[in-house]
């Protein structure tokens, strides 16, 4: 399960403010929502959800919501593909350090 978006949001109020962080995993698309008072771990909730689309379209809304009572953005992260590992580039250094370990040659190739 991967992290594909987060926002926190945050409220002043006399007491001392409040906060409101929703964070969008996905396989399975799921989203947590954690939600309180500054100064404290808050209240946190699950929501599991029928697509990225829907979470996202979600999160979208409870924004809008938030930002028009009178919370303002704090931090936020683009929804982002989920990150593929890179192929290890073979160079000198590490063909030769591979033989020193006796790894297996078949890689050695490209």
Request: charged share 25%.
């Amino acid at each position: 399960m991967a992290l594909r978006q987060h926002l926190h949001l945050q409220c002043s109020t006399a007491s001392g403010g409040k906060f409101w962080i929703a964070q969008i995993h996905d396989d399975p698309p799921r989203i947590a929502v954690n939600w309180g008072p500054t100064r404290s771990q808050g209240q946190t909730k699950s929501y599991d959800v029928n697509s990225m689309s829907e979470a996202f379209t979600f999160v979208s809304k409870k924004k809008k919501e938030k930002l028009a009572k009178g919370y303002y953005e704090v931090a936020s992260s683009p929804p982002r593909e989920p990150v593929l590992p890179t192929p290890r580039k073979q160079t000198d250094k590490t063909i030769m350090k591979d033989l020193m370990s006796g790894a297996n040659t078949k890689d050695w190739f490209f």
